[in-house]
Every structure is written in C-alpha cells, then in structure tokens.
C-alpha cells in the first residue's frame, strides 16, 4: 500500500514537470520579465491584475510579473536586488524604481531613454511633475501611472473639538505658529494620546528624505544646492539647524512618538493626525469616512513644501526586446489602468485625462489637496543628482541620530561631509554621453 | 612497489575525490571572492558607475584607518587677550569643523568625539570615525556574548540534563530561536522592546513600578545591549545543544566515585563535570567567537547602524558602504582588515587554548 502511494507520488511529480514545460508559451511569443518592488497589499493585487490583463488582451508577449521583497516606503531590499542585478548583468526588461534613483541609474547607463517611444499626445497629457522626475540630462528615463502626495490627515470632529481653524486649500494652510498652536490643542484634548503620528514607525530610510526634507525646505534650507550639488551650507546651514529643531521639538513636547508600533496609530485613535503619504489615505477613510480629511502641508515661513515623486516603470538597456517593453508601458499609461491603479493606493493619477475623470481627485474630490500641491508648484523634487543614493542616506542617518539625541549642528556636518566625499569619490559625477 | 604503498596511494586519491565537492565549492565561494576583495581593496571599483577602475594603491586602507587628535586653543578675547569664557566661566572653544577645513592637512577628516581631560580640550578626527566606531561595537559585542551566551547555554544545558519529565519539550524550546529566521525574530523583538508598548517595558514596568524604563533601540545607550541580549538569546540553544552532548559523554563512573569520596553537587560540578567538558568549551568559545564577529541581519533589520553610530558593526560598515553607498573598493578593503583581523584572533585563542588535553 505504502509502495503504491509512493509511486504514485513519482508519477505525479513527473507529470507536473511535463505539464509545466507544456504551459510554456508558443515559441514566437515574446517573453518580457518585469520586477516589482511590493508595496501595500491591495496595491500589489492591482499591478499584478494590470499584469495578467496585459497579457491576457494580446498574444505577442508575455510580462513575467516579479515582485521582490521590499519595505513598504524605502524598498530598500529591493534597491538591493537592483544594484546587485545591474552589476551582474541581470536585469529585468521592464524595471520598477523609486523615484529619485532614477539618475544614479540613468548616469551609470543602464536605463533606456524613453523620449523616441512617447507621441507628444502622451506627453503633453503627462502630469508634468512626473516629467520633471522622470527627465536627467534631458531625457526621460521613467514614466509612472501616478505621483505621490504628502499631506497631514486630521479627524473633522477632533479638530473642531480642539477649536481650530480648519484649512481647506494650499492657500489657507496653518502657518508654523498657528500648527504649533494646533498641536497645543490637540494634544489636551482627553481621548488623545498624542497629537500627531509622523510614520516613523517605518525606521531611517527614504520616508525620512520624503516627508522631512520638505519641512527643511520650508525653513528655508535644502539638501543640495541645485546648480553646485554641494550641501556646504545648504544643509548645515542654520536654517535646516531650525527645522530640525523644530522637528526634534516634536517629540520632547510629547506631540509625537519616536516609537510607533505599527502603521494604525491614527486610526486606532491614538494620534490625532497623520502625517503621511497618499498610500495611507484610503485606509484611513475606510476607518473614518468623511470625518477624515486631508490637510495642506503647513506653511513654515520661507516657502511651502511638499513632497512628490513616486515608483515609475522604465526599460533597462539589458533588455532585448525595448519595443515590447514600450507595448507593456503604454498599455500601463491608458488613464482606465491608471485610474484602476490609482484608486486602489490614492495615489495622485499620472495623466491629466485620468485626473479629469477621478472623482477622487478632481475638482471637489476628497483627494484634491494632493493635486492642488502638486499643480502649483509647492511639490518639490528630491534632489536631482546621481549621487542621490548617498545624499538621502547622509540625510536620513543624520535625523535619526538627531530625533534620538545627537547634537544638530554635528550630525549635519558630518552628513554634509559625507556628501562632499561621495561626490569627490565620483570625480563630481561628470555627465555621461 | 609494495601492496600497501598501492593502496596507500589508491587511498589519497580517494581522499582528494571524496573532499573535491567542498573543496570546490570552499574555492567557488571563498577563496574566489577573497582573492576578489583584496584585488578591489586596492582599486576605487564602484558598483554601479561608468567610471573606469582605477589602482588607487592604499588609498582605502589609509582612509579606513586615519586618525588624530588635535588640541583646540580657547578663543582668545581680543579685547583683554585672554580666553573666553561662556556665562558659566567656561573657554569658549572654535568649532572643531572650522579647523578641520581650514587645515589641508586634515583634508578628508570628520571629527569622530571630543573630551575634556588633562585641563585642555581634544578632539579625535578620522577619516572615517563610522568604521573606527564599528570596531569598538564589534568588539564590545564579542567580548559580552561569549561568555554571556556560552554560560547561559551551560546552564540551560545542566538544567535539561536533569532527569526530569518532559525534559525533551524544554530542550526543543529553548533550541527554536536556533532554527528561526533571524530576521523575523528581529522585527519581533522590535515590537518587544518598543519603549511604551512593548512585552518588555511592560513587564519591567509591572515589576519595578515604572523605575526602570530603558528605551532600548531608541537610545544610543542602550541599542548595542538591546541587541547583545536578542542576540544571545537567539543562539543559546546551539551552544547548549553541544554542551548537552558534552555533559552526556562523561562517563557515570566518574560521579559515582566523586560520590563516594563525599563530593556534594558543587564539588562535582567543579571537579568532575567542568574539567571533563573542557574540549567541549573549547569548541564552544571558538565558534562563538567567530559567529558572533559576523553580527549583521539584528544590525540590518533593527537599527540600521544607529542611533548615533552606537550599533554599526564591521560587516554591517562593509555592506553600507560596499552595497548601498555603491564603493566595492572600500567595502572591499573593511573585508580584508576584518578577515586579517578575525584570523589573528582564532589562531591566538587556538595557541591558547589546546584541546588535546584528555581529563580521565
């Protein structure tokens, strides 16, 4: 009896081998591998649909959807895996990267431009904030479905409650007395533990670059001077000393905690607001409905920042089959797939036709704010340089220490030291052709 | 030709093939990459970079290694000519920085600490203060968890050698941690040491009425001990899964006869089950040691390094700046001063400690 059912076992498995080589597809059908980076669950659900939908509409080729293991914000994981890929030779076809890493890899050559590919229809429908992001050098390396959005989040009923003044555009956004004034409030009032929740629960890494340098922005600071790409007195200059203290400020006021558990801080009720990006607004209105809103950044004084910039799909240079990889892209540009997309994360949609038809985040819509920041201007890059992997890591390691402790001005300097060195190491990053 | 030189020599060519699949892959794996890191240790080889290579001689060893004190001068009050004082009477100091740029010699140093002794100020600068501070951690964690983790699995080993009821259920429970990622048991233990909600200031806090609230990770003072203790905890049951084998292999005469010569437990214990496990600790302390110089995926997962430089450890060094600030070169050359420096240690604690010495 034993005997039979291992062989049966045998027999079982060599019939998966040949069925599986079976499944394989006909032979002039295209094979593209596509890597992903795994963001939230129902996100991840969604790309993998506008994957198998792809492949499912047309039978020249087929998208191997890969999604490697990656943090939530930073991917760093996943970075990872790309670096390690694009020294072995082994990158995918068609590349999912952040944002800002676009130039380090678009400079070591090993990303395809995209300008020859796109009709001037798809590009003047393109949200220009993702040309800004997706262009170095003067061509465009990248192209995402949707843009992010950092805004604050607030409860209706708890912020009337608190008596504050309830913004409800980019205009009218708090100003730094008036926010400080409003964590005041909100933090007496009884039911609140804490008057904001900072996401800091995702650790030192890039949510660190991508929500704080905005508020060194609107101190008057920056990262990088734009034309030198030097932060010799940019960021150790006493303007960001003021942001950072006054970030610090936050957690010895007891306004905010270093230590969240976990993501839910908001909607559990312990935090009064959110600080955040769009990635968290629908499960925040899934808990709250329409007691939730979302809030302008606040003005800090020398300018209003926000953060922008987003996970884009682009075509590396290892890739055999480029027009085929454009097919997979275009299809990932039609406002219906980004619109499926979009309003899955709450992310801001990529194309101005798609923005027409969400009623998320049109005119009225409960996403609106995102939009509004990223339309007038306030949204700003994160620094456009190559050497961008080692400025957001001086800077992300230089708040962790301080928000732990560490003295400003020291912790500052060293990061801006450590940028000085990466760009001298790289013999100031000269242009590639 | 003899018969048995024949087979002597039929026997090394047995011997050679049967190791040839370690051999291989001892060579594929670490022999190949090591030849790697020294060759790169001389060169600025980038990850990912459409710079050439270039030979750079020791040029990331010097930069790994870069040290010196400076003795800052007191700003002088121009008006009286003496030094400054602050409105607590204390010199007023320039910033090491200003200097540390305004020197070309000190080109490429970062102040690393500043210390008040001998009535002056001095401050350390290096070239590259993470790494020299990498080393102090690596050491200091070395230097706790072998006798920390080695006694605790002694100890753990002695109490499931006891002839005890469900003997079995305790050893597989203090062996799981062994067997589990150690990348999950670091997110765990996260959530366990978060300061306010976590398993562990709860508990502390129930026992000594809200005395003693470390903050764990969040602290520089106390993330490498947060870590030691995670660490040490992880790994035990391996230590006391050999100590158990050791414990099981002295012979029961041995404590009869103590018995007999009236020893009570602790005599036993000391004349008899120590000595008798001596080769046993040998092993243990050696591959504790070297295990425990490899510390990275609590590093990776639960600090990143920080706060303050307080948990970088020299692996974690080499995969920050060899992987993620892209410089395989200098990745490279951390790699090659660890190997020599792991080396030295293992052949220094091997002199020390024979292990031939059979006790009967």
Known sequence: ?433 | MTRSSRFQSHETVYAWLMSAPALIGLFLFVALPLFGGVYWSFTNKRLISPLPTKYIGLQNYQNLLGLQIIRLQPEIDEATGEAQKDLEGRPVYPRTRTIVRGNPVYEGYREWFTTDVLGGRFVVIARDPTFLRSLINTFTFVLVIVPGQGGLALIMALLVNQRLRGRYVFRTIYFSPVVTSMAVLAIVWTFLYNPDQGLINRFLNAITFGRLQPDWLVSADSALLAIIILSAWQAAGFQMVIFLAGLQGIPQALYEAAQIDGGNTWQQFRHVTIPQLRNTTIFVIISTTILAFRLFTQVDVMTKGGPQDSTVTVIYHAVDTGFRQQKIGYGSAVTVLFFVLVVTIALIQRALLKSDVEVD
Not at chain 1, 16 to 28: E, G, K, M, R, V
Not at chain 1, 94 to 121: H, K, Q, R, V
Not at chain 1, 140 to 152: C, F, T, V
Not at chain 1, 261 to 274: K, L, R, S, T, V
């Open chain 1, 1 to 433: 009896m034993n005997r039979i059912v291992k062989y049966l076992a045998l027999v079982a498995i060599l019939l998966l081998l040949f069925t599986s080589a079976a499944i394989i597809p006909a032979q002039d059908m295209v094979e593209l591998e596509l890597w992903y980076h795994g963001g939230t669950q129902e996100e991840n659900d969604e790309t993998r649909a506008q994957v198998d939908r792809f492949n499912a509409m047309q039978d020249a080729i087929h998208v191997n959807f890969v999604e490697l293991a990656g943090s939530l914000v930073a991917g760093t994981g996943y970075n990872d895996a790309v670096n390690a890929a694009a020294v072995a030779g082994d990158l995918p076809c068609i590349l999912d990267l952040d944002g800002p890493n676009l130039y380090n890899y678009a400079w070591a050559g090993f990303l395809a431009p995209l300008d020859d590919y796109m009709s001037d229809e798809l590009r003047a429908d393109i949200l220009p904030s993702l040309i800004d992001q997706g262009l170095y050098n003067g061509k465009i390396y990248a192209m995402g479905q949707y843009d992010s959005g950092l805004a604050l989040v607030g409860r209706v009923s708890l912020l009337e409650e608190a008596g504050v003044r309830i913004p409800t555009s980019i205009d009218d956004a708090w100003d730094l007395d008036e926010f400080n004034g409003v964590l005041a409030s909100l933090q007496a009032l009884d039911n609140v533990e804490y008057a904001i929740d900072l996401k800091m629960n995702y650790g030192a890494g890039e949510w660190y670059t991508y929500a704080f340098s905005p508020v060194v922005q609107g101190f008057g600071g920056d990262l990088i001077d734009k034309e030198t790409l030097s932060a010799e007195g940019v960021l150790n200059g006493p303007e960001a000393v003021a942001a950072m203290e006054w970030i610090r400020s936050l957690f010895e006021n007891g306004y905010a905690t270093l230590t969240p558990p976990d993501d839910n801080e908001f909607i559990n009720g312990n935090a009064a607001m959110g600080f955040l990006g769009h990635w968290m607004a629908t499960g925040y209105y899934e808990a709250f409905g329409d007691d939730m809103i979302v809030l302008p950044v606040v003005n800090f004084g020398a300018r209003q920042a926000t953060g922008m910039g987003s996970w884009a799909w682009s075509i590396t240079t290892q890739c055999d089959n480029p027009d085929a990889a454009w097919a997979f892209m275009e299809f990932m540009l039609t406002p219906e797939e980004i619109l499926s997309i979009t309003n899955v994360n709450a992310a801001v949609p990529g194309r101005l036709s798609a923005l027409a038809m969400s009623e998320l985040f049109g005119e009225g819509g409960r996403m609106n704010i995102f939009v509004q920041q990223l339309e007038s201007g306030i949204a700003i890059p994160r620094p456009i340089t190559p050497g961008y992997p080692a400025v957001t890591s001086a800077f992300f390691t230089a708040m962790d220490n301080i928000i732990k402790g560490g003295d400003i001005q020291a912790e500052l300097d060293a990061a801006v030291d450590k940028i000085e060195q990466d760009i001298a190491d790289n013999d100031g990053y000269p242009i590639q052709n």
